[in-house]
């Protein structure tokens, strides 16, 4: 759960086939700032407030990305592979090489960034759009989907949870569990395993 503006919302993750079919959707259907918006809250793991602040210049042709989040007032280095330029780059191009100094995420009728509660109405609609089977889906969905893939790619392991506490910044690797919806799964699967 997270709060926005006063109230408790929830947010799922997307299994990462999913993620990848949303991404591939708004490149095919040519929201290459929303596929941008996506790919940069998966691939940093960053809260929507702190992606909403980069600038082309924090992003493009970087191998890393130092960043003081807004909500922990801590700095972290998030490193950008090869691919992950390389998209950006792509991205960058496609929407007519916009001043490096600007956000890529601007309204171009207020010149301001997109509030939360758009972002989240717009995920709204790419999620009827484009099929996705997520039954919350918000701008914190995608640092959920980070989460569960780190854990997934990495066999599931007790050094993957420990390494998302240190990411996310959790009191406990607990936290870090419910946080990417494993421990309601270790419940299910308790449940699941009785037989009549």
Known sequence: MSREKGKLTTADYLPIAEFNRLVDGLHADKLYMWEL?????????????????LTWEDILD????????????????????????????????LQGEPNKKGSPFLNPKTKSAYSLEYINRLLKGFKVRYRLPIKA?????????FGRYVYESNGRSAESLILLNSIFRHSSIDITKVYIGLRQAEIDKVFNSIKF
């Open 37 to 53: 918006y996506c790919r940069l809250s998966f691939c940093t793991a960053l809260r929507a407030s702190d992606v909403l602040t």
């Open 62 to 93: 970087r191998e890393f990305l130092d960043k003081t989040e807004r909500k922990t007032q801590k700095g972290r280095r998030i490193t950008f592979n090869p691919s992950v330029q390389h998209k950006i780059k792509e991205l960058y191009e």
């Open 137 to 145: 889906f918000s701008t914190h969905t995608f640092r959920k989907t």
